[in-house]
């Protein structure tokens, strides 16, 4: 977990069929469209510039340090080549391994290679239906064993496998066909009492015995190395005992939508230094065009995230969060015996910070102009002019006479005005 608690952000892909419609990744089940229909965009599927060195290398200028590629969503198109299976992007119109092109790619240049992988698979009524379709569930999770088996030999040293769509309280296995969008729970004491499982335990030990140093998320009921929070508004609280990661997306739905305009940077970088502030990672996602390609804008607006972070990323990379926790000021982050005070909003000519034991020895504003301090038993006080101050991120550098990671964790709300 070491590589992964320093990297504190990384590239998220989602890529396949669902590009070519471009209404986002669940456009299958969203519009409720034919298993033999949809199929038909496998047909299609043929990205002339798909280019995994580009994408590696616009991951590199965002000042990402690894990337986690959609090898199979929950519509069941691979985009590796699976011996039991003709629905793939080696046996249909591209005729590639996608997968194979990709990890080779991302370890040449020196990231992280991160596969997220869906159990369930939506051309299966198995899912929805295991007690009436017992064999055809059976079915499914004999692919889902088999495609793991793929994924962790045939592709070299991986460093994330991230699960999604294989939590066993999903619709209980399977359950009641919902008719819309939108996925239904059904109270525990109605979950068919067969027994029927994916048997993650099975795919654990195969993983942990084949991709030892491998680390994975919590979504498929294995013991989980880092768990996952979806979306911006799941940034929630502050947590330096269990490892975690926020993944959200950059532009419209994690799947590709043409015209939609990404987050400003200002957003991009605040939310990333709200996510290390609380002692967490940014997986920040790309939806890649049907061809292959990055979509231009998102493109640049990562570049300018590489660029923020290539002047101030040592207040985010090999970090931890606090210890003055988030709040309306903003965030902190430290390493060694630095303090790094990410001030996205000023509540007035100073920030005023609970006390802390230790002493400070020195302040500098790294996002520039000069940082005033005054240290008392009370708490303490820091200044930047106001000419000086960043409206992203005016980022403070407190240098203490001890590590900074024997500080308690200490709530700042209270003293903000």
């Known amino acids: ?48 510039h798909f280019n995994p060195k580009a994408w590696a290398e616009t991951a590199k200028a965002a000042g990402m340090k690894y990337m986690v590629l959609t090898t199979r969503h929950h519509d069941g198109f691979c985009l590796f080549d699976d011996k039991g299976n003709g629905f793939t992007s080696v046996k249909t119109a591209a005729r590639r391994d996608l997968v194979a092109e990709y990890a080779a790619a991302v370890r040449q240049a020196g990231l992280r290679v991160g596969f997220y992988y869906s159990p369930l698979d939506w051309r299966f009524p198995g899912f929805f239906f295991p007690d009436l379709q017992r064999q055809n569930a059976e079915a499914m999770r004999d692919q889902y064993h088999r495609q793991m088996e793929e994924l962790l030999s045939n592709y070299g040293k991986l460093d994330v496998v991230w699960f999604d769509g294989g939590e066993q309280d999903w619709l209980g296995f399977g359950g009641d066909w919902a008719g819309g969008a939108k996925w239904q729970k059904r109270p ?22 084949l991709q030892p140093q491998a680390i994975i998320n919590g979504r498929a009921d294995m013991p989980e190395d880092f768990h996952s929070r979806e979306g911006d508004g799941a940034l929630g609280n502050f947590d ?178």
């Open 1 to 48: 977990m070491a590589w992964w608690r320093e990297a504190r952000f990384g590239m998220f892909i989602h890529w396949g069929l669902y590009a070519i419609p471009g209404r986002g990744e669940w456009v299958q089940w969203n519009e409720q469209i034919p298993v033999e229909e949809y199929a038909k965009f496998a047909d299609q599927f043929n990205p002339t």
């Open 188 to 209: 525990k004491e109605q979950h068919y009492q067969g027994g029927f499982s994916w048997q993650h335990e099975q795919v654990y030990a195969m993983l942990r015995h």
């Open 240 to 417: 330096d005992k269990h490892p975690w990661e926020l993944c959200t997306t950059l532009a419209g739905a994690w799947g590709y939508e043409p015209n939609k305009s990404p987050k400003r940077l200002k957003d991009c970088i605040q939310l990333l230094a709200k996510v290390a502030g609380r002692d967490g990672n940014l997986l920040l996602n790309i939806g890649m065009r049907p061809d292959g390609e990055i979509d231009p804008p998102q493109e640049k607006r990562l570049r300018e995230i590489g660029e923020w972070l290539g002047k101030y990323g040592e207040s985010i990379y090999s970090t931890r969060g606090g210890p003055f926790l988030p709040g309306d000021y903003g965030a902190s982050t430290h390493r060694d015996k630095t303090i790094y005070v990410h001030v996205l909003k000023w509540p007035g000519d100073k920030l005023t910070l609970p006390a802390v034991a230790g002493k400070i020895v020195g302040a500098s504003a790294l996002t520039g102009g000069e940082a005033g301090f005054t240290q008392t038993e009370e708490g303490i006080e820091i200044s930047v002019p106001p000419e000086h101050r960043s409206d992203t991120d005016t980022v403070i550098a407190l240098e203490l006479d001890q590590p900074a990671a024997a500080i308690a964790p200490v709530a700042v709300e209270a003293v903000v005005k």
